[in-house]
Nanobody
Framework: QVQLVESGGGLVQAGGSLSLPCAAS????????MGWFRQAPGKERELVAA????????YYADSVKGRFTISRDNAKNMVTLQMNRLKSEDTAVYSC????????????WGQGTQVTVSS
């Protein structure tokens, strides 16, 4: 089992920045990838960014490329989403997730943190 706890959400003006750390505990060595998802009201949940164990493979949704950066520190069991040049359309609940080495889907989830960008 892997437990994930997000922090860092809040209210920010458009053009501003926020950092979302996610602390992992438990069997973290079994995670093959970690990602950040978001879900806005009335919309489907979408994968925003993901990173594999070594950090050598990174994915970004087109909507956040060039503005968001995902990183992980395996020694500290942390994955962080740095969000810059935020837009009102980035407003959503952001959730940290982990995919086990033997899983094809993200099977561990944090509780989510609200990010609100005011225009």
């Amino acid at each position: 089992q892997v437990q994930l706890v997000e922090s860092g959400g809040g209210l920010v003006q458009a053009g501003g920045s926020l950092s979302l750390p996610c602390a992992a505990s438990g069997r973290t060595s079994s995670t093959a990838a970690m990602g950040w998802f978001r879900q806005a009201p009335g919309k489907e949940r979408e994968l925003v960014a993901a990173i594999n164990w070594s950090g050598g493979s990174i994915y970004y949704a087109d909507s956040v490329k060039g503005r968001f950066t995902i990183s992980r520190d395996n020694a500290k069991n942390m994955v962080t989403l740095q969000m810059n040049r935020l837009k009102s359309e980035d407003t959503a609940v952001y959730s940290c997730a982990a995919r086990g080495a033997r899983s094809s889907v993200y099977n561990y989830w944090g509780q989510g943190t609200q990010v609100t960008v005011s225009s």
